[in-house]
């Protein structure tokens, strides 16, 4: 009683310090998770500020490129203009493919200056004459001895190839950092696509264009953003640092703060919570040991079946259990009526009824059990009866004990077959329920098993003639399309009218299929019906058919209309429609409203559809037919320039199987 009760006050206890310690630690760290956050949603937004200035610099290019002045090879007159639509300090610069400067925003329009001017850059001019499109270059040091960011891309001017350019220089990023008024001790610096430094808010000159710390390079390698701990930064700064990038110039801000100082006030608070906790609980264990002797006193006297300890509890249970000792006399006389009323009961039932109590190892059998597999005796062994299951039933049951032993469920049924004394197999229907006790213990099995024979090879009697049905429609679908296609090899101007027809009876085959497939289980469904007839139209399943929607279960008297009807949009979405171009494709997504089922079909990147045709196809007049005459609804069509859209509505309860009918 003492070592239980001292143990109970250690279970209260330790716990209840490990969670104030716990707390106090996690309250620090949340603070620190909290200024991470704040620093990296900072950088995040200061990375904005830089992408929206590369933005800029890239539709300055492209408003430039498209001047008339430019494309007529007026270069004086380009100059002027690019001078006055040209912020400060950007400048504008157009390069031949030897490197020299036809305009120069950054100097006088003088062909005299031009021509004195030093290359651009081979490497970079080569980069974008050769580009398909616009380029931004990382920082490079430009032909006047400025740190420029540029993006260029070519033009073509009277038959030359020339680099239209429009440079940002670095102290324009230098500018942006200033702006931001990071709070004292914080360095930002913005990199380019290659790591290196464009802009820094402190020593700038003395790191422009060097590359960023390895953990930096590290974090950006992984992701576009995130958090480094711990990393020392150019000047030797111990910080923690926050780093987002942009897409799709590539450059990045970081922005590191000395790291916090607060590690060991941490260390301390966590310190003070546990030395509390540890002084508390030694005073919960004395009084703990002092109430043991006196709960142990009053035991020794409830055991020596005595009263009047003092404790009202004990005084209690003493009464009571002398009540419970007549009480139980009069439950063991009551459980006898039972077992005799039970044991009447298992003769009476036409199987047999067994019980299995695991923690006894033995198993209880009814005697019409033993006879209904030819045996007179019994054995006792759990393994008995499992060791005459056909080896193809075993695995099942060992799945579904070893589920109600674990207390994954409580109960199971299914059909087997057992092994007959005389060596023939016999079919049994099996049902077994667990009873267990407060704590989930499995206590013991209960079951009954009944003789099925008959009805299984009333059932595969059923089966084979159903399969020989089946096989006879299709051979009758297979005769009537050889027949189309045989007759048509004699009559040239029918073949396509033949084809036709043959793809129709393949939908109709499809459809048939689906249904022998579905019958006997939860029907016929939309989408497996969709997935047969798409096959033919699609290398990748969901490739050219997207399903969406709900997949609603199928009458089987509807599949095959429905299978018609998406059989005809299908062929005319692959002649004239999304499906007659590579990658292109068709949505069919089913809803309900209101008791009407509503199968919406929307193709997407065919060829641009100048209206309804002139003439209806088959196809929307069989969805028509159908669905006023067969599904009480209606077809609406939708002749958009990205593609058709069509809906066809029917009546719910005359589609949808009965147990899906939504009201």
């Given at each position: ?536 139209f699609e290398k990748t399943p969901g490739e050219a058919l997207v399903l969406a929607g709900e997949d609603v279960a199928v009458q089987t008297e509807a599949v095959s209309h429905l299978a018609l009807i998406l059989h005809e949009w299908l062929t005319n979405a692959a002649k004239h429609g999304a499906l007659s171009r590579p990658g292109g494709c068709v949505r069919l997504a089913a809803r309900r409203e209101n008791g009407t ?39 609406e069509e939708d002749w958009t320039p990205d593609g058709l859209r069509l809906a066809l509505r029917l009546a719910a309860d005359r589609v949808a199987a009965a147990a899906e009918v939504v009201e």
């Amino acid at each position: 009683m003492r070592r239980l009760l001292l143990l109970f006050a250690l279970a209260l206890g330790l716990p209840l310090i490990g969670v104030a310690a716990f707390g106090t630690w996690s309250a620090v760290e949340a603070e620190r998770a909290r200024a991470e956050n704040q620093m990296l949603a900072t950088t995040r937004a200061l990375a904005g500020v830089v992408e929206r200035e590369v933005t800029q610099a890239r539709l300055l290019l492209d408003l430039l490129a498209a001047s008339t002045n430019l494309n007529e090879g007026e270069f004086l007159a380009f100059d002027a203009q690019a001078r006055q639509g040209i912020p400060a300090p950007l400048t504008v610069a157009l390069v031949d493919g030897a490197g020299r400067f036809r305009i120069n925003t950054f100097v006088p329009p003088d062909e005299r200056v031009l021509a004195g001017m030093p290359l651009v850059q081979p490497d970079f001019l080569s980069q974008v004459l050769d580009a398909g499109g616009t380029v931004i270059s990382g920082l490079f040091r430009g032909a006047f001895g400025r740190h420029l960011v540029s993006v260029a891309r070519p033009v073509e001017v009277n038959g030359e190839r020339l680099a239209l350019i429009v440079s940002v220089p670095g102290s324009r990023f230098g500018e942006i950092l200033r702006d931001q008024r990071l709070p004292p001790g914080w360095v930002a610096a913005i990199l380019d696509a290659g790591g290196h430094i464009v802009a820094r808010t402190r020593a700038e000159e003395e790191f422009i264009g060097q590359v960023a710390t390895r953990p930096v390079l590290d974090l950006l390698a992984r992701s576009d953003e995130g958090v480094v701990r711990a990393i020392p930064t150019h000047d030797g700064m111990n910080s923690v640092a926050a780093v987002a990038r942009t897409r799709p110039s590539g450059f990045s801000v970081a922005m590191a703060a000395p790291l916090p100082a607060g590690w060991w006030e941490a260390w301390q608070a966590v310190g003070r919570t546990t030395v509390a906790g540890v002084v508390l609980l030694g005073i919960g264990l004395i009084l703990a040991w002092a109430l043991a002797g006196r709960l142990l006193r009053g035991v020794t006297a409830l055991g020596r079946g005595e009263g009047g300890t003092g404790l009202h509890e004990f005084d209690l249970a003493a009464a009571r259990i002398a009540s419970a000792a007549d009480a139980m006399r009069d439950a063991i006389a009551a459980l006898q009526e039972s077992e005799t009323r039970y044991r009447v009961t298992l003769e009476a039932f036409a199987g047999g009824v067994y019980e299995c109590v695991p923690g006894e190892g033995r198993v209880l059998r009814t005697p019409s059990l033993l006879r209904l597999i030819g045996e007179a005796e019994d054995d006792p062994g759990r393994e008995w009866w499992l060791s005459r299951l056909h080896p193809d039933d075993r695995p099942a049951m060992d799945a579904a004990l070893a589920e109600v032993r674990a207390g994954g469920r409580d109960r199971f049924e299914m059909e087997y077959r057992v092994r007959h004394a005389d060596g023939h197999y016999v079919w049994v229907w099996h049902r077994s329920i667990a009873r267990r006790d407060a704590e989930g213990r499995l206590l013991r099995l209960i079951g009954c098993i009944i003789d099925v024979t008959a009805e299984h090879e009333a059932r595969d009697a059923e089966a084979m003639v159903a399969r020989e049905l089946d096989h006879r429609v299709k051979n009758n679908f297979a005769l009537v399309s050889s027949i189309v296609g045989l007759t048509a090899a004699h009559h040239p101007h029918a073949r396509a009218f033949a084809a036709e027809l043959r793809d129709r009876l393949r939908a109709l085959t499809e459809a048939h299929d689906v249904v022998r497939r579905g019958a006997g289980t939860e029907g016929v469904r939309l989408h497996a019906l969709a997935r047969r007839l798409a096959a033919p139209f699609e290398k990748t399943p969901g490739e050219a058919l997207v399903l969406a929607g709900e997949d609603v279960a199928v009458q089987t008297e509807a599949v095959s209309h429905l299978a018609l009807i998406l059989h005809e949009w299908l062929t005319n979405a692959a002649k004239h429609g999304a499906l007659s171009r590579p990658g292109g494709c068709v949505r069919l997504a089913a809803r309900r409203e209101n008791g009407t089922l509503v199968l919406e079909w929307t193709e997407q990147g065919g060829p641009p559809l100048p209206g309804p045709p002139a003439r209806r196809g088959f196809g929307s007049l069989l969805a028509e037919a159908t669905a006023s005459g067969r599904f009480g609804g209606a077809l609406e069509e939708d002749w958009t320039p990205d593609g058709l859209r069509l809906a066809l509505r029917l009546a719910a309860d005359r589609v949808a199987a009965a147990a899906e009918v939504v009201e």
